[in-house]
């Protein structure tokens, strides 16, 4: 409440937090109505909930939209555009800067989830679960515009007018991506409360049968879209800015995107299997909590200040906040799932191991490991400080890669296996036979890499399992093609397709995924890396490059920064590097490198340093193999996810051929 005292100095701010304190009351009132609605079973207050959720997406917006309004107007009364904006920011710069510290990114978070939660109340059926799953949204907004209102109110007054502010985190214009990639993040990140939502008003109710996974499906698949194009989107933001030639270096707030993805892809394959045949209802409620609260363990790693990152922008007094918020949500899904496991055994017996449920289980495990190892390996230097004082323990890249690499092998061979098994149990010889001739032709791809000069095991792995999961997509599709032409039935694949847009939506995001794992795998192993000092007009060798020489070096001033630019010829090519200053940070250089993308191999020139009289400079040449086929890879796997969206065209169902079972619709 202390936010109100100066109101008079900042009649923008005033509005915003008289907005977010208005939210706040409505989230409460809300809260209290849907629970009433459930617990009596009143109708009226399950609808009065449901039309508070109207008026908190409204006056959350209006609090974005004031502070958005305060940062292109420069308003400097607000303290935060004092903080984190100056006049001279360009303007997409100011737009950015809404998320680019901790009060801001908070406030986004709210307003999401607000319009999360009032696109639920227009789509909830009326049944039981309603009043539960606004009550269980209603808690997560209680939370998150609490913290508006309270500890980070982005609109607390300052002392006395400034005429300019300090401007934004360098690192977040140094680079357009940074509109993008936090935003598909919280997308993500926000997408999984509705899940989990659902999740909580089925185990509240008792409805624990496939009613509550079959709703959150697309709720959840939306929200997984959203998180994988972040995750690509900042190891994009990566590549682009920091001047390493990377895209993941296993970061602590990388990381923190990275479990909920996984936990998400688990929970996606396994609803599959309680939809199809009531199995692993378990699995699917302790993994959409787990989801969920690993987005709020991953804003309170990003946020806290605990970690030391590129991405965590800022620290703060929400660290405590976030941990509480987190332990409450994971007390609440422990002690409701403790509570109803009797009615979360499965129907039948445990799947056999030669069957899809099986293949899927088993992906699952390795989905769980992956999470729970790169978790370890996150909180490893954290828990060392706090148990030993000390804070040079670190967990670099080699601890992650030797899990990452051999689970990741194994979910390939899981997303080859799956499609080809049968539910129920596989008739073994049936099965050898369709299985056969990928194995073939993924020994055979290995076999090929090997004879061109492919030695990395790993990377042998991968090109025998692609080509593996290609084949095995490909007769899938074939034989449902076949199936076609002998029912004389019209259409061919673009039919096929308009009649099971679930299953080929996801044949077509396992392609993506096939592309995206050859890119990292040979770009990871692959990479060539050489320094090189350059005089103006003097060429020189690097690499396997014939001739890079250095044209010439120009200063460019602006009025938030400056930049130095060199242009460098590679051969015959023209290359611009530069290395930009901000106002922010005067004595600090931000490298923007030049990257020209090809289809087997990216040329990477960074400028490391500069000559003051501009007569040499020190570059940087790194030649990376296939990076550009993780972001088209990322591309084919959103398209595909988009794909699974469709609702199918009405078609008579058809039998398979023996041997080869399809994929789940």
Not at 83 to 97: A, I, L, N, Q
Not at 146 to 159: D, E, L, M, R
Not at 514 to 539: E, H, I, K, M, T
Not at 574 to 582: I, K, M, P, S, V
């Amino acid at each position: 409440m202390l936010n109100l005292i100066s109101f008079s100095s900042s009649p923008l701010g005033a509005l915003g937090q008289l907005a977010l304190l208005a939210a706040l009351a409505f989230s409460l009132a809300g809260g209290w109505l849907a629970v009433l609605g459930g617990v009596r079973a009143d109708a009226r207050a399950t609808e009065a909930a449901r039309r508070s959720t109207w008026a908190v997406f409204a006056l959350v917006s209006l609090a974005a939209l004031v502070l958005m309004t305060a940062l292109l107007r420069d308003d400097f009364s607000v303290r935060y555009v004092a903080e984190h904006s100056m006049r001279s920011s360009p303007t997409w710069v100011k737009v950015t800067s809404l998320w680019g510290a901790l009060e801001g990114s908070v406030l986004l978070w709210a307003w999401l989830l607000a319009g999360f939660t009032f696109i639920l109340s227009l789509t909830l059926r009326r049944d039981s679960l309603r009043p539960w799953a606004l009550g269980a949204m209603f808690a997560s907004l209680l939370f998150f515009v609490g913290v508006c209102a309270s500890v980070a109110s982005p609109f607390t007054p300052v002392a006395s007018l400034l005429t300019d502010g300090r401007g934004p985190n360098p690192a977040l214009q140094n680079h357009w991506m940074m509109a993008v990639h936090p935003v598909l993040l919280y997308l993500g990140f926000v997408g999984l409360s509705v899940p989990f939502a659902y999740a909580v008003a089925a185990l509240v109710t008792g409805r624990l049968s496939d009613h509550w996974v079959t709703v959150t499906r697309r709720w959840t698949l939306v929200a997984w879209v959203f998180l994988t194009a972040a995750i690509v989107a900042g190891g994009w933001w990566s590549y682009e800015t920091l001047g390493w030639g990377g895209y993941w270096a296993w970061d602590p707030v990388e990381n923190a995107s990275f479990i909920p993805w996984l936990l998400t892809t688990a929970f996606l394959h396994s609803v599959q299997i309680q939809e199809r045949r009531g199995l692993m209802r378990s699995w699917n409620v302790w993994l959409i909590v787990l989801a969920y609260a690993s987005t709020v363990l991953g804003t309170f790693l990003n946020r806290s200040g605990i970690v030391q990152s590129v991405h965590a922008f800022a620290g703060g007094p929400v660290g405590p906040v976030f941990l509480g918020f987190l332990a409450f949500l994971l007390v609440a899904g422990i002690g409701l799932a403790a509570w109803r496991a009797p009615q979360l055994r499965d129907d039948g017996d445990p799947p056999s191991a030669l069957s899809r449920e099986g293949a899927f289980l088993a992906g699952n495990w390795l989905f769980v490991v992956f999470a729970v190892m790169v978790l370890v390996g996150t909180l490893f230097p954290t828990f060392i400080e706090a148990v030993q004082g000390r804070r040079d323990a670190s967990v670099g890249p080699a601890f992650y890669n030797a899990f990452a690499i051999p689970l990741g092998l194994g979910l390939m061979l899981m997303m080859g296996v799956g499609p080809l098994l049968p539910w129920r149990r596989a008739d073994g010889q049936g099965f050898w036979r369709a299985l056969r001739p990928l194995l073939i032709v993924g020994v055979g791809a290995a076999l090929l890499a090997f004879v061109l000069g492919v030695r990395s095991a790993g990377v042998l792995g991968t090109v025998a399992l692609a080509a593996y999961n290609l084949l095995g997509l490909g007769l899938l599709t074939g034989h449902a093609l076949k199936q076609r032409r002998e029912a004389k039935q019209s259409g061919g694949f673009v039919a096929l397709v308009r009649e099971q847009p679930r299953r080929y939506g996801a044949y077509t995001a396992h392609i993506g995924l096939v592309v995206l794992a050859l890119g990292l795998a040979f770009s990871g192993a692959y990479r060539g890396d050489a320094q090189a000092s350059l005089n103006v007009g003097a060429p020189a060798k690097a690499l396997l490059h014939e001739q890079v020489q250095l044209v010439s070096l120009r200063q460019e001033d602006k009025p938030y920064g400056s930049s130095a630019i060199a242009r460098v010829l590679i051969d015959g090519r023209a290359f611009e590097a530069r290395l930009n200053t901000f106002r922010q940070a005067p004595g600090t250089l931000f490298p923007a490198p030049a990257v020209r993308y090809g289809v087997l191999t990216d040329t990477y020139l960074v400028l490391t340093s500069i000559d003051s009289a501009g007569k040499w400079v020190s570059v940087r040449l790194i030649e990376s193999p296939l990076v550009s086929w993780i972001w088209w890879g990322t591309l084919i796997v959103c398209l595909g996810a988009g794909l699974t969206l469709v609702s199918p065209r009405q078609v008579q169902a058809r039998r398979m051929p023996s041997g080869l079972a399809p994929a789940t619709d």
